[in-house]
C-alpha cells in the first residue's frame, strides 16, 4: 500500500510543506482561540476530565467560540499540512521502506479525533462531558506519542543521509 500522495515526494514540495508548517506554528496556530493566555487542550500530551474542564473553565466565552471554530477550521488545515509533510519527507529519507511514510496519518486520525472530542466539550459547556474528555486525552496521547516517533524517524533519516552523504 503506497502512502498517499507519494508520487509528489520531492524536497522541493517538502521544503513547501516545511513552510507552511513553519507559518501555521508561527502566526495561526499561536491565535488559534483569539487569546494568547488561553492553554489549549489539544497542546497537552495526557490529561484527566478534571484538567480539561479546568482549561475550559478559564477560557472566557469568546475564547470557547474562536478555540471552536480554530478547531473546525485550521486545526483541520494545519494537520493536513504536517502529515503531507511528515509522510513526503518520510518516503525521502526512507526510499526502500514506504510503511514508515504512513506514520503521519496515524497522527492524523488521532487529531482529528481530539479535535472532534474538544469540539463537543466546548459546544456542550457548562455540561460536563467525562466521558468524551478522557476519550479526547487518549487521542491527544496517541497524536504525542506518534509525532514523537515520526520525529524521531526523520533525525534518524537525516543523520543517515547526512553520513551517506560525507562518505561519498
Do not use: C
Not at 473546525?72 to 526510499?95: C, N, W
Not at 496521547?141 to 506518534?146: N, Y
Request: charged fraction near 15%.
Amino acid at each position: 500500500m503506497k502512502p498517499l500522495f507519494s508520487k509528489y515526494a520531492s524536497v522541493k514540495v517538502s521544503l513547501f510543506l516545511l513552510l507552511l508548517m513553519i507559518v501555521f506554528n508561527a502566526f495561526i496556530m499561536p491565535n488559534l482561540a483569539g487569546d494568547q493566555q488561553a492553554v489549549p487542550i489539544d497542546l497537552q500530551f495526557a490529561y484527566s476530565p478534571e484538567r480539561a474542564y479546568e482549561l475550559i473553565n478559564s477560557y472566557s466565552a469568546e475564547t470557547r467560540h474562536n478555540y471552536m471554530i480554530g478547531e473546525m477550521t485550521m486545526d483541520v488545515l494545519y494537520p493536513i499540512v504536517y502529515t503531507l509533510f511528515l509522510s513526503i519527507t518520510l518516503l525521502l529519507l526512507y526510499p526502500q521502506k514506504e510503511k514508515l511514510a504512513l506514520i503521519p496519518y496515524v497522527i492524523f486520525i488521532a487529531d482529528m479525533l481530539e479535535n472532534t472530542g474538544i469540539i463537543t466539550m466546548l459546544y456542550n459547556y457548562p455540561t460536563e462531558l467525562y466521558g468524551v474528555a478522557m476519550a479526547t486525552s487518549v487521542f491527544s496521547t496517541i497524536k504525542w506519542s506518534v509525532v514523537g516517533i515520526a520525529f524521531l524517524l526523520l533525525i534518524i533519516g537525516l543523520v543517515l543521509a547526512l553520513i551517506k552523504k560525507l562518505k561519498k
